[in-house]
């Protein structure tokens, strides 16, 4: 299970970035992927997820109305599209996937189960300038 993040970057309080999460070596279809974001000092958080088997999604409050989701199995690509961004998205972003069968019926973020099921990015800094 490989994913690669790509697309952070550095923009002014308003503006917009989208990243990209591309994962290879697993059925993509068989997987819910999460975006999870960290900033200096600060815990680990999940900040939005999907699954590539029903489409549900899942975001965390903050980022609602702001962030959408999307999943392309035709190119193995989680997107999370940013806009209005603010000072406090500033963070370093990973993408994380872990299988619809040890997912359940739980709530789409449990970080936990990516923690100790699943299979992580190597992230992508998102800054944010006031």
């Known amino acids: 299970v490989q994913l690669v993040e790509s697309g952070g970057g550095t923009v002014q309080a308003g503006g917009s970035l989208r990243l990209s999460c591309a994962a290879s070596?697993?059925?993509?279809?068989?997987?819910?992927i999460g975006w999870f974001r960290q900033a200096p000092g600060k815990e680990r958080e999940g900040v939005s997820c999907?699954?590539?088997?029903?489409?549900?999604?899942d975001y965390e409050d903050s980022v609602q109305g702001r962030f959408t989701i999307a999943s392309d199995s035709a190119k193995n690509t989680v997107y999370l599209q940013m806009n209005n961004l603010k000072p406090e998205d500033t963070a370093i972003y990973y993408c994380?996937?872990?299988?619809?069968?040890?997912?359940?019926?739980?709530?789409?973020?449990?970080?936990?189960?990516?923690?100790?099921?699943?299979?992580w990015g190597q992230g992508t800094q998102v800054t944010v300038s006031s």
């Open positions: 070596g697993f059925t993509f279809d068989d997987y819910v």
């Open positions: 999907i699954s590539s088997k029903d489409g549900s999604t």
């Open positions: 994380a996937a872990v299988t619809t069968l040890i997912m359940g019926p739980r709530i789409l973020c449990s970080e936990q189960l990516y923690v100790d099921f699943g299979s």
